[in-house]
């Protein structure tokens, strides 16, 4: 079941880049792809599970996070879930500004606060089919028991219906 | 009371199920609820404490008293991106 943000489908990236409006002098597109190799060994394929409704929730609240930092910026983010394979984009974020400045800004904060704050996991297949769990080497946002989505609701400057 | 618990990557491995739910007395905390799973499923005991957690999809700390029907979630390190 595709949502807002997750998507068990190929990202369309030709639709992102049709997002720019009049205003906008900048576009800023990040994707990450599916690559071949991990830590000296081959990938054939990624498998990403996510806990999908409270990953909304998060994608929903690092657009408006990034978008609070950074006004002016338009900010739309695309994750895939579910078997990919080299080459494949599992993740899109695009940002649209008025200046370069901005939008370049605001993408690398976007994908920065995804991989800290959005629970999505990975898991890396070799050729022979085995793969282990991706652990990143140091701890994410989320582990210090609070992300930006519950400060949402303790901080009286955004309520949760602004949320996009 | 009830409580519905959702597993992930190397927790759903672990726990061989996505998902279980259990009965537990009033007053459990988060972090109480994880003892009782670390002492069924050999892999969580590698946690010398709780891992972070979400209740109802909000993540939240391990004094985290539960109430009936609430949707936990244990949660692996992230790597999404």
């Not at chain 1, 898991?123 to 994410?140: L, T």
Request: with cysteine; net charge negative; hydrophobic share 40%.
């Amino acid at each position: 079941m595709n949502g807002k943000y997750l998507t068990h489908d190929p990202i369309d990236l030709a639709a992102f880049l049709a997002e720019a409006r009049p205003s906008d002098g900048a576009v800023c597109l990040f994707v990450g792809v599916v690559r071949n190799e991990s830590e000296g060994e081959e990938t054939v394929a990624i498998e990403y599970q996510a806990y999908e409704e409270m990953a909304e929730l998060e994608l929903a609240h690092v657009v408006a996070s990034v978008s609070h930092e950074w006004p002016g910026a338009f900010v739309r983010i695309c994750h895939r879930v579910g078997r990919l394979s080299v080459g494949e984009p599992s993740v899109a974020i695009l940002v649209t500004a008025p200046h370069r400045d901005t939008a370049f800004a605001a993408c690398r904060l976007a994908i920065e606060w995804l991989k800290e704050t959005v629970p999505i996991w990975k898991r890396e297949i070799r050729p022979d089919g085995s793969g282990e769990w991706v652990e990143p080497k140091s701890p994410s946002l989320l582990s210090e028991g609070r992300t930006p989505l519950s400060d949402t609701l303790f901080n009286p400057k955004w309520r949760q219906e602004d949320l996009p | 009371m009830k409580v519905r618990i959702l597993y992930f990557a190397s927790f759903r491995d672990a726990a061989g199920r996505p998902e279980e739910v259990r009965e537990v007395p009033p007053g459990t905390r988060i972090s109480d609820l994880w003892e009782i799973l670390a002492r069924e499923i050999p892999a969580f005991g590698r946690f010398p404490r709780m891992p972070p957690a979400a209740v109802n999809r909000l993540s939240t700390v391990a004094f985290h008293t539960l109430e009936d029907g609430d949707e936990v979630a244990y949660l692996p390190p992230v790597a999404g991106g």
